[in-house]
Every structure is written in structure tokens, then in C-alpha cells.
């Protein structure tokens, strides 16, 4: 049914909600007046209800903008209790009742008022129960504590859980503000995001707390002194006591809090003490002389309950949740692996940009060329770094965009010249893609791999001309070679399509300049195909296989191509659509390069 005439009406609508509003659940309508006195207006219209919650009655409106019914009525509680008292009810009052963009239909536009009533009175019941308190009041943790925002932005290198001791280390930027575990990991990670500095980075001590249970968020300190007894008697009290005696300075103090789903941080910061020369100013050694002022004063004067303090939010640049919000069990596997990528053209580039993102956090790049400024819409690298060697560019760009990642190194050299001189490089890797686009060079590469003690796990990526298809196989210690599938030219003994009477390259007025006509679209389905076969094998068992997407019957034909006779015989019907196919990579009797092996 079409709603659209229905929802054109605006008064209709609102006299049937109006009507169920008032006579059906009792619900008393708001006056203009008191419509603009509630928050986040302007509000076309409200109804105010009555709700026992325990042994309150508490008055919660019901109110709908202009976009209504194309967006959701909210619920707004008057003289809400203390934040964190119930979940779900936001600091301003209104009451979360869905989650966001939860989709509605606007063709019902009473069935959606009574759908966040419904939801409210659920509310209300769940709100008498204390376990339902607890685990909500977890998993929205953050949502209830009231905090500010810092001036700049406090960042963690390292999740809440890998915190092992009280002592931390900050680096305070012009925009930011990070903290790790130790000098060590801050400076490596600083390097690799904003480059190699000609003077050392400068560190402060920070603390770090990590109470064994989760605090109410009422519980949590507003003051110094409560900050102070926060810590754990001991080892995590001393680390906090010891920076205040030993200097003014600002300190920072963060908590790692055991909430769920997964553990979040917050900090404070206990500001800089007053110095003596601050004259007109109570300063924190005033009426004592010299290094006379007795320790347990100084402490009170630094962190005591008059000083008041707030909690900031601190955002987390882990691996674990940069590259999957800690729901991805795999990150953390990946940041060992290590892939070697030679080729890092426009294939070759958006894999590894791809495998970036995915966490892997050992990438070599090995490519001989510069980019051109013909290369940019096809390359993951741009116009800022035409005329700069790609692996140079492409590597350092990782490097600043995605600085967990430990070890990014780059070689503008081909890759015969790493065989010969860093063979380390080459064997070591979890996997090599080849995505080079040259039959002489991988063919040389896999007789090269095929002659070590241990053939290293090798990915061979290639694109058909005009991009029609992607091409992926996996070949490792013990299987058929990358030669066993292809003829005697390299050419793939399984083809997707064909070109009849067609030149499937194109040319610059160059000697040796040819090159294959596609676009980025096209491109982009070549990326996650080779990426995900990359994973895959990072992540199992090696396979021998051969994975192949193939663009539907349009695209092939508005290049001017038609499907392969070998294609229609392996896929029969299906192909019209085009998709994602896969096959096993078998040894080959005649293969020129392993074929004399057993």
C-alpha cells in the first residue's frame, strides 16, 4: 500500500494521534507554552503521562517534531532522577526507548506512538529489576557519567584489559593527547604517525587505575581526594602519590573499567599546582618554607575534596578496536602476519590498503616505479604523490593512517633485487602477492619460490582486460605451482571472456607503453576479492586454489567482449549475472615450470 497520500495531511495526522493519545491512553495534550520549554525543540506537538516508576509517579511527555511521522516521537521524563539511577534515561531527560535509526513505518503513525509507549511501560517494569539495572548500566556505561569534553581529545594506544601496572606514559600534542604503557611503544607509534622527529618526543607520567569491580557511576570521584582513595592501597596509591609530591605539574590519571561488552577508560586530570612565585595567589606551599612542608599536607593541598574534577572519555587507538570494535577475534592474529606485496600498482595497492585495514601488521612493499599522474584515479595513492616511488608512498601513507600496524617497510627496487640481497624478506613472509601484471616476472618468481628449502604461501592476483574479471589463486609447500594453470605465454588455461577481432591493451606514443583501459568501479571488486583470499589463507590452512569474480553480461558487452567457450562450460547458465566462482588449482603433468617434479 502507498502511504504517501495518507502522510500528506499533516492536521489528519496528527488528530488520529491526537484522538489514541488522548482518549485511548489517557494521555493530557501539551501546550504551546509548554512545548518550548522543553529541551532539543523546536517540538510540533506532545501529550503528557502519568507513570508509577517504584514508588514514584513521574510525569514523561511524549512529544513529535515537524518530520513526524518520518521521524520518531521521543519521551522526555520531567524531574528525571540522578543520572545513572535508571538505564536508558539520558542526562537531559529524554529516555532512549530504541536503538538509533531503528526504522519505523510513517504509513502508521499511531502504531508508532503506541509502539514507544509500549516501550516505555517495558521500561518501567524492567527498571524495578536489579539485575536488568546492572547489566544495562554496563553496556551503556559511558552514557551516564556526566563527563566533559577535554580540550584535546585523550587517545590509548593499548585496550583497558593490557593495562599492567599503574604507570603510563602521555605525549601531549597540539590535538590530541596519548597515552601507552610504556616510552618505548609511544615513540615507535609516534614515528610511524606523524614521521621520524629530529628531537626526541617529549613524555609525561601519567597513572593508570583498575578497580576489580565496576562502580556505580554516582560512585565515581568528583573530587581529588576521592581519586585518590580510588586507588588500590599499594603499588597503584604510591604510583599516584609519587608524581604529586615530586613536582606542580598537571597530572593525568586514567581508569580502566571492567564494563561491558567490552572494557572502556576514563581520565582526569589533576591540574598543575600554584607555585610560590605566583604572587597574590594561595599557592601549594604557602605558609611553609622550603621543602619543609610536611608530606600528608602536601598531598591534601594537591588532591584534596576541595578540588574538584570530572571524568573525560578516553578513545582507544588499539588495534583490537580500530580494526573491529574488539568483535573480531582474528585482529589480534593478524597484527603477527606478515605479507609481502610485489607489484603495488592499481591492483597490488588497493589489496594492501585492504589488508591495512584488516590489521595485518606486517607489510612489505616492493615496486620498482614512480607514480604518474595517470596512475592517481586508479591507484589507492593520489596527485600529492605523483613522481614519488609508489612502495615509498603507498608505505609511508600506512604508516600515518593506520600506526598500530608495527612493521610497514618499503623497497623501490624490483623484487629479483630482494631475492638477491634480503632473501629474508622474501622467505619470511606469511604469504606473498604477486600482483605485478607480467608474466616474465611471475613466472620467474615462481620458479625462485619453488626452488626454496620451504616454498612460502604465494597469492597471484590479475584483472582481465577491461577489468571484467579478477583472478585469484593460492599456491603453497606441496601443491601445484602457479604455472600448473596457465599456458605456455602465462596466459590463465580458464578465461572469462574473449575478444574477438579486439585489441585488449591500448597504448601511449611510447615505445613499451601499453596499458589496460578500465575504470576504479570495476576495479574495486578485484581489491576484495585477492584481500579476502589473503585473510582467508592468513587465517587457515593453506589451499590450492583458484577464485574468480566475473562482472555480469552488461559490462562485458558494452567493452565489447563475450564469455570464453571454457567460461560457459564451467559455469554454464549462471554466468549472465556474473558473480563469485571457485574452483581447485591442479598440478599439471606439462607445466613448464614444476612439471618435471613429483
Known amino acids: ?25 489517557r494521555g493530557q495534550r501539551l501546550a504551546a507554552d509548554e512545548l518550548r520549554l522543553l529541551p532539543k525543540g523546536p517540538w510540533l506537538a506532545g501529550w503528557r503521562f502519568r507513570v508509577p516508576i517504584g514508588a514514584d509517579v513521574k510525569d514523561v511527555d511524549m512529544v513529535i517534531d515537524a518530520a513526524f511521522p518520518w521521524s520518531a516521537p521521543r519521551l522526555y521524563m520531567r524531574r528525571p532522577p540522578t543520572l545513572g539511577t535508571l538505564p536508558h534515561l539520558e ?19 499511531v502504531g508508532i506512538a503506541h509502539a514507544y509507549l509500549k516501550r516505555l511501560l517495558e521500561l518501567v517494569a524492567d527498571w524495578s529489576n536489579p539485575a536488568f539495572v546492572e547489566r544495562e548500566i554496563s553496556e551503556e556505561y559511558l552514557s551516564y557519567l556526566g563527563r ?6 585523550i587517545r590509548s594506544l593499548l585496550a583497558p584489559s593490557d593495562y599492567a601496572g599503574p604507570i603510563g606514559y602521555i605525549w601531549r600534542g597540539q590535538t590530541a593527547v596519548v597515552l601507552s604503557d610504556n616510552a618505548q611503544h609511544l615513540t615507535e607509534w609516534l614515528n610511524r604517525r606523524h614521521g621520524r622527529q629530529t628531537r626526541p618526543w617529549v613524555f609525561e607520567q601519567a597513572v593508570v587505575l583498575r578497580p576489580d569491580a565496576l562502580p556505580n557511576p554516582q560512585e565515581l570521584p568528583s573530587n581529588a581526594k576521592q581519586l585518590l582513595d ?10 599516584l602519590i609519587e608524581p604529586l609530591m615530586g613536582g606542580p605539574g598537571a597530572l593525568l590519571v586514567t581508569v580502566a573499567l571492567p564494563t561491558r561488552p567490552h572494557a572502556t577508560m576514563i581520565a582526569y586530570e589533576i591540574p598543575r599546582a600554584l607555585k610560590e612565585t605566583e604572587r597574590g595567589r594561595k599557592h601549594v606551599t604557602a605558609g611553609f618554607r622550603a621543602n619543609k612542608m610536611p608530606r600528608e599536607v602536601l598531598i591534601r593541598r594537591r588532591a584534596g575534596a576541595s578540588l574538584k574534577i570530572s571524568p573525560f572519555e ?8 580500530v580494526h573491529g570494535r574488539d568483535q573480531l577475534r582474528e585482529v589480534r592474529a593478524l597484527q603477527g602476519k606478515t605479507v609481502t606485496v610485489l607489484g603495488c600498482g592499481s591492483l597490488g595497492s588497493g589489496v594492501t590498503t585492504l589488508l591495512a585495514k584488516a590489521g595485518v601488521g606486517g607489510l612489505n612493499l616492493i615496486d620498482p616505479e614512480v607514480l604518474a599522474s595517470e596512475n592517481t584515479t586508479r591507484h589507492d595513492l593520489g596527485m600529492s604523490d605523483v ?3 609508489k612502495a615509498d608512498a603507498l608505505a609511508e601513507r600506512l604508516r600515518n593512517e593506520f600506526p598500530d600496524l608495527p612493521n610497514v617497510r618499503e623497497y623501490h627496487v624490483r623484487w629479483q633485487t630482494i631475492a638477491e640481497t634480503k632473501p629474508e624478506v622474501l622467505r619470511g613472509s606469511d604469504i606473498i602477492l604477486v600482483a605485478i601484471g607480467s608474466w616474465m616476472d611471475e613466472g620467474a618468481f615462481e620458479a625462485w619460490r619453488l626452488a626454496q628449502d620451504r616454498s612460502p604461501t604465494a597469492i597471484y592476483g590479475w584483472l582481465e582486460p577491461h577489468a571484467v574479471a579478477a583472478h585469484g589463486v593460492s599456491v603453497s609447500e606441496g601443491g601445484p605451482c602457479f604455472g600448473c594453470g596457465l599456458s605456455t605465454f602465462g596466459e590463465s588455461l580458464l578465461r572469462v571472456a574473449e575478444w574477438p577481432g579486439s585489441t585488449m591493451t591500448r597504448t601511449h606514443p611510447a615505445c613499451g607503453g601499453a596499458f589496460q583501459p578500465y575504470g576504479a568501479s570495476q576495479l574495486a571488486r578485484g581489491h576484495g576479492l585477492i584481500a579476502d583470499l589473503c585473510l582467508e589463507q592468513l587465517m587457515g590452512d593453506p589451499t590450492h586454489v583458484h577464485r574468480i569474480w566475473s562482472g555480469p553480461a552488461r559490462l562485458l558487452g558494452a567493452v565489447g567482449g563475450n ?32 612439471g618435471c617434479k613429483s
Open 1 to 25: 500500500m502507498n502511504a504517501t497520500p495518507e502522510l500528506a495531511n499533516m492536521s489528519d495526522v496528527l488528530g488520529r494521534v491526537s484522538r489514541a493519545a488522548e482518549t485511548q491512553w
Open 91 to 109: 542526562a537531559d531527560g529524554f529516555i532512549c526507548a530504541f536503538p538509533s535509526r531503528t526504522p519505523i513505518d510513517p504509513g502508521n503513525p
Open 148 to 153: 566533559e569534553s577535554a580540550l584535546r581529545p
Open 230 to 239: 580510588m586507588a588500590a592501597p599499594g603499588e597503584e596509591r604510591a604510583a
Open 314 to 321: 578516553v578513545e582507544r587507538l588499539d588495534a583490537a578496536w
Open 387 to 389: 613522481g614519488r616511488w
Open 563 to 594: 564469455w570464453s567457450e571454457e567460461w560457459k562450460k564451467f559455469v554454464g547458465q549462471s554466468c549472465q549475472a556474473g558473480g563469485e566462482f571457485e574452483r581447485t588449482w591442479t598440478r599439471s603433468d606439462h607445466c613448464r615450470i614444476c
